[in-house]
């Protein structure tokens, strides 16, 4: 089982990135998926959600209009399209599958830096 964050980096205050999240060794279509990030200093924090096909998506409150999720169940790979960054924005990304208790599984996180 394994989950793999890419797609981070430096970027300027209001730039995008593309973060995507490879899963392997699991049935991914199943799961839901979340991105959390942790910055400096602070707890993990939820970002954004989505379901298996049918459900909708749901964000934290601060990303809320500008970042996206969505998955491709086909390439067993999550996303997190994120536009107008900022610099509160800087932390490790980190996907998230989980289906029920014990079965939660968790990438090795991405650095995203949004600095000028």
């Known amino acids: 089982v394994q989950l793999v964050e890419s797609g981070g980096g430096l970027v300027q205050p209001g730039g995008s990135l593309r973060l995507s999240c490879a899963a392997s060794?699991?049935?991914?279509?199943?799961?839901?998926l979340s991105w959390y990030r942790q910055a400096p200093g602070k707890e993990r924090e939820f970002v954004a959600t989505i379901p298996s096909p049918g459900g909708s998506a749901n964000y934290a409150d601060s990303v809320k209009g500008r970042f996206t999720i969505s998955r491709d169940n086909a390439k067993s790979t999550g996303y997190l399209q994120m536009n107008s960054l900022k610099p509160e924005d800087t932390a490790v990304y980190y996907c998230?599958?989980?289906?029920?208790?014990?079965?939660?599984?968790w990438g090795q996180g991405t650095q995203v830096t949004v600095s000028s």
């Open positions: 998230r599958a989980y289906l029920r208790p014990g079965y939660a599984y």
């Open positions: 060794g699991f049935t991914f279509s199943a799961y839901v």
